[in-house]
């Protein structure tokens, strides 16, 4: 028996002193003390930061420093530099923080001749403005004349601009819903650009596509108002005979030609004197 008590005495921990339990609670009050410290001076250090951002935020869209004095407008051809201001609703004379950037430019694209803008600052006191503007194609008869550009979107005419362009006829328009009635329009536009890809010259002498049946989709040429009819399919070959056609005819007093069946065409002359 005393043998195992000695030995269960070997591995018994011995008491705490008082000397060891006052060094734990030093060592314990230390670590808080320096952790307390450490927590004031962070505070202290973003409380600096808080008011120094603060007050550099005031100075910024207070100071005469970031006034706008110029804004520079590029990329334009159908707007003027007035209305593209009037639309991003900028101003010289205010501070350039203040322009959302974001939002000028959101709203500058909901414009119908913007298809695409850039806004940017250049420090101190600039702003630059940058559009891609949609080009003019055609012109839509619609209730009344409106322009088309190359998407098939509707563009209002500008007063002071002069246009020539071809125009896009369709006698059931009233008979149309809006979605049928664009659909329509951007189907003449396809083939109205695949005019001009195959023969600019051709399409320059383009006055009007009448798409009233889409099956029979119809030209009238500058020269003597020549009515050519495309049919509905096959356009592609049909201009290609059309410019040889026209390339080769010597006499242009033509009233139609019908291109209406692949690889014929029937040619009608006019009876008249052509003055």
């Not at 028996?1 to 591995?11: D, E, G, I, L, T």
């Not at 202290?44 to 603060?54: E, H, K, N, Q, R």
């Not at 530099?81 to 609703?89: C, G």
């Not at 420090?123 to 891609?132: A, S, V």
Request: aromatic content about 12%.
């Amino acid at each position: 028996m005393a043998y195992y008590r000695v030995y269960a005495n070997r591995y018994k921990v011995p008491p705490p002193t008082r000397v060891g339990l006052k060094m734990k609670r030093l060592k314990i009050s230390r670590f808080f003390t320096t952790g307390l410290k450490m927590l004031i001076i962070l505070g202290v250090i973003s409380m600096i930061l808080l008011f120094t951002g603060y007050f550099l935020y005031r100075w910024t869209l207070y100071s005469p420093a970031f006034i706008i004095n110029e804004i520079t407008v590029g990329g334009n051809h159908f707007l003027t530099q007035t209305e593209i201001l009037k639309i991003a609703k900028i101003d010289v004379g205010q501070n350039i923080y203040k322009v959302a950037l974001r939002e000028v430019i959101k709203g500058m694209e909901k414009d119908p001749w913007i298809k695409r803008a850039e806004v940017s600052r250049m420090l101190p006191n600039k702003i630059f403005i940058h559009i891609e503007e949609r080009i003019p194609f055609a012109f839509y008869n619609s209730e009344k004349l409106t322009l088309v550009d190359e998407d098939g979107d509707f563009l209002t005419p500008k007063n002071s601009a002069v246009y020539n362009y071809p125009v896009i006829t369709d006698n059931f328009l009233m008979d149309l819903k809006a979605e049928d009635e664009k659909m329509r329009c951007q189907y003449a536009v396809q083939i109205l650009k695949l005019l001009r890809t195959i023969d600019q010259k051709l399409f320059d002498n383009i006055s009007e596509i009448n798409i009233s049946d889409i099956q029979n989709v119809k030209l009238y040429l500058k020269n003597y108002g020549t009515e050519v009819r495309l049919g509905g399919r096959h356009y592609d070959q049909k201009i290609v005979n059309l410019k040889t056609l026209l390339e080769n005819i010597e006499d242009n007093k033509i009233q139609s030609i019908n291109l209406e069946f692949d690889n014929m065409a029937y040619i009608q002359k006019s009876f008249k004197e052509v003055p």
